[in-house]
């Protein structure tokens, strides 16, 4: 999985800006408000593109 962006797209609304990325260890939405640990929303981020390729690559 690619992980551009993941760090600073919100895993709870999908909003991509650098502008949530408020520190290296910490994550809030602008659009949304949801916070995170930025590690942890990135994790989330990486999980949710895996597991949409795997259905995609079982559906071919
Ligand atoms: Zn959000």
Do not use: K, M
């Amino acid at each position: 999985v690619n992980p551009a962006n993941t760090s600073r797209t919100c895993s709870r609304c999908g909003h991509c800006a650098a502008e949530n990325r408020v520190s290296q260890a910490v994550f809030r939405c602008t659009a949304c408000g949801h916070a995170a640990h930025a590690d942890v929303n990135a994790a989330r981020n990486i999980l949710r593109a895996g597991l949409a390729l795997r259905r995609a690559a079982q559906a071919a």
